[in-house]
């Protein structure tokens, strides 16, 4: 593939030293397949978890589900999303002793910052529960708010471990980080089996779990030389990536209102049966696996990469990049979303350990994992074109994006709920992410000539092949046993799932995708 040069970007953030320190870098390959290893397990070993949580009645899952909902109302501003995307382009372009500087002066912050939060959230958790559920709620108050409490101090386990996370990502070490998250989910399952059958336990069980996160990452934070001791002292690039956090507070904020909507409505009595809240989470675990192993794994991996094409002011590179990430994540994502969208009440049914269980959970969960299965593409292109401006510091253009798209999609759930049911929910999230897809394409065109050939026409083999996988599951899954409890969920799973899996690489076989071909060399070798 031929691409003409692009024009130096003119607001390509501020280049650091021409030499830093260099570090040692894996294949991409490599890379992704380590980040998409944890990611596999710390999705299976969730699968897991949420089986062993479903073990609770529906009193205590749906006001669980409802009190977790309060930290992580922080966590993606204070963790993971904002601060890797805000911190690693920072840091890469500094010197080795500033990035160790900049490391504990953020961290310290980070500290001071959670601990107000952490005590605002304990005292006003009676409060938030009612902002967070509706009037008349299908849920046990007193319950929710006790929760709430109990798991407040997640915000400071996870925004640490983020911290952990960033700084190991960004000089491209991704086993430790991308595998602390199964400490996560073994530590939080073998607290639920061992201890008691009750609300105390099932909120400690993920304080626990928290703990493990970052107990996990300290020692190859040290074995590196990267562990930062936490300091309130000021630094020069501190207010460089605050400056890239703050824009994420608009996202933060719609997407917190996204939430905020979709719980007050899965906890109305009118509209929806007890139970639909943790149907809803079911459904919600599943499709994070997807979404994380095929979309998420490769983002992660590559991101670095982006961020010192971006420092170096290779825009050829990052072009051709951005064209090669796209690829993978649409031909990884594009069988798993049309499996999903026919086999959700197979996939769902893993929950149900016997043929005792709620149908409402069952009937939310199949419900709104058909829909979500439908956003798996688009947003597998969003995820990778807002890295692209992440990585050169536009952080401003893509959440103002990301924030409108987030409220379009509470239109869209006003609009379409009501009609479409529990199918309401994916179908919207679906259409927003088209529309973002689109809106993110042509303001990275406007600065970087797009790479418009290579992705349509991948597209254009991509999705027909992505058809013809659900066709056929769907059609063998009328030959197996109605979906339900474990059992014929594995076996939908397995054999409707593989013979559509089969027929899409069959076909990508036939018409030559590169993507195939590279896994049949990687088989060769193995």
Do not use: C
């Not at 589900?65 to 920072?90: D, Q, T």
């Not at 708010?145 to 640490?160: D, E, G, K, Q």
């Not at 009595?269 to 079911?282: E, L, M, S, V």
């Amino acid at each position: 593939m031929t691409v003409p040069p692009a024009a130096p970007d003119p607001h390509a953030p501020p280049q650091g030293p021409a030499n830093p320190a260099p570090t040692p870098r894996r294949s991409l390959r490599t890379n992704t397949l380590i980040v998409m290893a944890g990611t596999l397990g710390s999705r299976l070993s969730g699968i897991v978890r949420q089986v062993v949580i479903n073990r609770f009645d529906d009193t205590l899952t749906d006001a669980f589900n409802v009190a977790v909902n309060v930290p992580n109302l922080l966590r993606e501003l204070l963790a993971e999303g904002a601060l890797v995307n805000s911190f690693i382009p920072v840091y890469k372009s500094l010197a080795v002793e500033e990035r160790r500087k900049l490391a504990q002066s953020f961290s310290g912050v980070l500290i001071a910052v959670n601990l107000v939060l952490t005590a605002l959230g304990i005292f006003a958790a009676p409060w938030i529960v009612d902002l967070f559920t509706s009037a008349n709620a299908n849920i046990d108050h007193a319950v929710a708010v006790y929760i709430t409490r109990l798991v407040m101090p997640f915000l400071m386990l996870i925004s640490l471990a983020s911290v952990a996370m960033g700084l190991l990502n960004a000089d491209e070490h991704f086993r430790e980080s991308s595998f602390a998250p199964v400490a996560f989910n073994l530590a939080s399952i073998a607290a639920l089996l061992l201890l008691p059958d009750n609300a105390t336990w099932l909120a400690f069980g993920w304080l626990i779990g928290g703990v493990a996160q970052l107990l996990v990452q300290l020692p190859a934070l040290s074995r590196f030389g990267l562990l930062p001791t936490p300091s309130l002292r000021a630094h020069p690039a501190l207010g460089r990536v605050l400056r890239q956090m703050a824009p994420f507070t608009l996202t933060a904020g719609a997407r917190q209102f996204l939430n905020l909507y979709v719980t007050r409505l899965l906890t109305d009595a009118d509209q929806f049966r007890p139970g639909t809240q943790t149907g809803y989470a079911n459904a919600q675990a599943l499709f994070t696996m997807a979404n994380g192993l095929f979309v998420m794994s490769p983002a992660l991996a590559v991101f670095p990469r982006f961020s010192q094409h971006a420092a170096d002011g290779e825009w050829n590179s990052f072009r051709l990049l951005t064209a090669q990430t796209i690829r993978t994540t649409t031909f990884l994502a594009a069988p798993i979303s049309a499996l999903l969208a026919v086999l959700a009440p197979y996939a769902v049914s893993l929950y149900n350990l016997s043929d005792s269980y709620s149908a409402a959970r069952f009937e939310a969960g199949a419900g709104i994992l058909t829909g979500w299965a439908l956003a798996l593409i688009p947003w597998a292109i969003v995820t990778i074109l807002l890295r692209t401006f992440y990585a050169r510091e536009r952080t401003r253009e893509a959440v103002v994006v990301s924030a409108i798209g987030f409220v379009l999609e509470v239109g869209l759930y006003r609009l379409l709920v009501p009609v479409l049911g529990l199918l309401g929910f994916g179908v919207s999230t679906a259409i927003s992410g088209l529309l973002m897809s689109a809106a993110l394409t042509a303001m990275y065109a406007r600065h970087i000539s797009f790479p418009w050939s290579a992705v349509g026409q991948h597209l254009a083999r991509v999705l027909p092949l992505a058809l013809l996988t659900g066709a056929v599951a769907w059609f063998v899954a009328r030959f197996l046993p109605e979906p339900g409890s474990i059992v014929p969920g594995l076996i939908g799973l397995t054999v409707a799932g593989g013979a559509g899996l089969a027929a899409y690489l069959l076909g990508a076989l036939a018409l030559g995708l590169p993507e195939m071909g590279g896994i049949l060399r990687r088989l060769r070798r193995s």
